[in-house]
Each structure stands twice: as C-alpha cells, then as structure tokens.
C-alpha cells in the first residue's frame, strides 16, 4: 500500500523555522518526484516546493523562494521541506505528494497520485 506520511507541523513565531518530512512507503520511493503544496482556510491548495526523482532539480513558488529548501533522501525514503523566516502568511495544513511531472506540470496538484494527510503549520506575528 502506497502511504506518504507527514511529519514536523506545529506553531512557531514569525522569524523562525520548521523542518517538515514525508516518509514514504509500498513503492520504490526514487522513480517518483516529490512535492510540498499547501493549504490555508478558505483558500485552495498552492504549490509550495517540488525535486525531481534524483534530487538534481528542486522548483519553488515565488513565494518561498530563499526560505524554503527542499531535499530528499532516496536511501531513507524520505522528502524535507526545511522553512525558515517563517511568516504568518505561511500559515496552512502543508502536504506532500508523489507523482511524475514534466516541466511544464510541475508546479500543478494534478500530476501527483498520491498524497499524504498534512500536517499544520501555523506561525504567530
């Protein structure tokens, strides 16, 4: 059974940090890509960050960008999103998810299969 499991939420000041990760399990972790999406109450789910199946590549929203790190270690079946300076706009449930994206698809929910249940992230001004 495929599963991917957050882990790493909680509440943190503004200006500080958070390491989120995503165990993955019940497939060969390293032929897929791995992303981070978002979503905050009353608003839809957002790309946060995503890196290629080899570690090689890694994309960003504008909005992370030089906050966020994304990595993955395809020995440990697993992907972190590391996020510092952190804002109260990033306040949101933060999920990870699995898939095969070209370029282009990327950065959208729909070319990921399969996904974890979220953790929450919520950052106090």
């Known amino acids: 059974q495929v599963q991917l499991a957050e882990s790493g939420g909680g509440l943190v000041q503004a200006g500080g940090s958070l390491r989120l990760s995503c165990a993955a399990s019940?497939?060969?972790?390293?032929?897929?890509?791995m992303s981070w999406f978002r979503q905050a109450p009353g608003r839809e789910r957002e790309f946060v960050a995503a890196?290629?199946?080899?570690?090689?590549?890694?994309y960003y929203a504008d909005s992370v960008k030089g906050r966020f790190t994304i990595s993955r270690d395809n020995a440990k079946n697993t992907a972190t999103l590391q996020m510092n300076s952190l804002k109260p706009e990033d306040t949101a449930v933060y999920y990870c998810?699995?898939?095969?994206?070209?370029?282009?698809?990327?950065?959208?929910?729909?070319?990921?299969?399969?996904w974890g249940q979220g953790t929450q992230v919520t950052v106090s001004s």
């Open positions: 019940g497939y060969n972790f390293r032929n897929y890509d």
């Open positions: 890196i290629r199946r080899n570690g090689g590549t890694s």
């Open positions: 998810a699995a898939g095969s994206a070209i370029t282009s698809t990327i950065r959208r929910s729909s070319a990921y299969t399969t």
